[in-house]
């Protein structure tokens, strides 16, 4: 590999600002998708679409087999419709996983099937001048909110000839901000970061002129929310799957919204061994700011593509971002540092090429963690490692 591509830093922030105009929590992402296809088709990507809408885009290599993934999520945390109220409100129930803590105070966006109404994410008891200390001690549930809407309605009746009907969707506004500082503030940043990071990888490795060692699928997904993400993605042989999410910045966590994480484990479990360090490694040689991370309560593509039953290494890179599934903030720095390394990670060779082939009696091509001189010491005496593998087929098979 060359010198590592610069990525355009101007269209990254300005496909993150066109991306957070576009309201998308699950299950109502089909505007997105049809940007970022556009997206791919200026860059000249090719792609397809699943029945539901997820990209499946294919960047090509110089050997199609065995083949990597990288993937980012394209829907967001929302709410729909629960209830209409007999005073003409609504009740919500979440789309995705956050707290009701977050979505007080919000102003929304109600999708029925005429048009839209706007509104405002209430508690219950929403007046100081009426309530007094009252108002702190509401709990806080999504039982306990409710969505004043921006139109004469005050019964269920008034609600519902203004086409209000439960399940509708409704949608957060993001709210964004970009300082001088650097600074990128807003709701739904997870994930829509990641894909303007993925987006500027491809421009910049496009741009660049050079062909990877083997195809490159980017994935763009619609239900990374609610756990499916990846699940059906994959038709190709992929060998490598890489997640893009958002790292949480909070107290004890590594993550820094100065840097990339790479994830070492989440509520999936570990990540690969071999492909998460083989990221640490190209963010070490191209001096990409890097950290590792544990993530307690997280579930990202890779993961889904697993639980599917795809038979592929997995890792996670995420950028920093406090205030996870709230009014989330990152830095350019963690989005620049991120773009860095999807780039390197594209253009690098295969972390092992005998992954093509499933391994048919023997050992010979397989991976190892454990060197033969990094064998366990301690007042037990256990067999060296290298008299336990390699051995004659009958050796030790006398016992008395």
Known sequence: ?????????????????????????????????????????????????TRRGTI?????????????????????????????????????????????RFAEGSRISLFTEHGVIRGSVLPLLASGHAFNTEVDSMPISWDHIEVRLDA????????????????????????PEFTESGHISARHLDDKAGVAALLAALKAVKESGEEPYIDCHPIFTITEEVGSGAAGALPWDVSEFVGIDIAPVATGQYSSEHAVSVAMLDSGGPYDYHLSRHLLRLGEHNSIPTRRDLFRYYHSDAQSAVAAGNDTRTALLAFGCDATHGYERTHRDSLVALTRLISAYMLSPPVFASDAKPRQGSLEPFSHQLEHDAQMENDTRVPPVDTLIGRPENEGQERS
């Not at 600002?17 to 299950?27: K, N, R, V």
């Not at 109220?85 to 009701?100: C, E, I, Y």
């Not at 009746?157 to 709210?175: N, R, W, Y």
Request: without cysteine; glycine residues 8%.
């Open 1 to 49: 590999m060359n010198t590592l591509p610069e990525p355009d830093l101007n269209y990254l922030q300005q496909v993150l600002l066109e991306m957070l105009a576009i309201p998308s929590p699950t299950g109502f992402t089909d505007t997105i998708v049809r940007y970022v296809a556009e997206r791919l088709d200026e860059l000249g990507i090719e792609y397809e679409l």
């Open 56 to 100: 499946r885009a294919t960047l090509k290599g110089r050997q199609s087999s065995p083949d990597r993934a990288v993937s980012a999520h394209l829907d967001t945390i929302g709410a729909v419709v629960r209830g209409i109220k007999d005073n003409g409100r609504l009740t919500l129930a979440p789309v995705g996983t956050w707290s009701s």
């Open 152 to 175: 004469y309605t005050a019964s269920r009746a008034d609600s519902e000839s203004l086409g209000v009907s439960i399940g509708d969707f409704i949608a957060f506004d993001p709210l």
